[in-house]
């Protein structure tokens, strides 16, 4: 098993939100931005199109590259029943052939999500005890 974790994505240019699940993956390197891929039919209903979105390569582990588009500013929070989280700003990418949301190792750290029992699918917020632990969301898939 691996770490997911329910979000709320927000397209801060038309308003429009979404609620899902999202794979936790610190190998999903971004730098200094925060970042989140969105698969293309989720993109698409929050308003976010490829018209005008830059076009880039991304290296992956095991070596290669994929075609990843530059979609835009996002607003990305964890949703969960106890608590109260708020947004943080991001870059959305929708990299070609994934069909899950991710969430890159910046995002990861500006969300607050520590995973301490990753085979077990167990997280917590980085400012809770460790035996607060938190249930993995169910895996959701964007597809056409």
């Known amino acids: 098993m691996v770490v997911r974790v329910k979000v709320e994505l927000l397209n801060p240019r ?19 931005i925060p970042e989140i891929n969105v698969p293309l039919p989720l993109a698409g209903n929050l308003g976010y ?10 290296e992956v582990a095991g070596g290669g590259q994929v075609t990843t ?3 835009g500013e996002i607003g990305v929070k964890v949703v969960v029943e106890d608590r109260s989280t708020s947004y943080v700003k991001a870059r959305a ?23 301490v029992e990753p085979a077990s699918g167990k997280w917590v917020f980085r400012d809770e005890p460790l035996d607060r632990l938190r249930e993995s969301a169910l895996r959701e898939v964007w597809r056409k």
């Open 69 to 71: 588009y530059v979609l």
């Open 49 to 58: 199109t490829l018209t005008g979105a830059k076009k880039i390569k991304y």
């Open 93 to 115: 990418v929708a990299i070609e052939g994934e069909e899950e949301v991710i969430l890159s190792d910046k995002l990861i750290q500006e969300l607050k999500i520590v995973v």
């Open 14 to 32: 038309t308003g429009m939100k979404v609620r899902t699940s999202a794979l936790v993956n610190s190998a999903f390197e971004s730098g200094e």
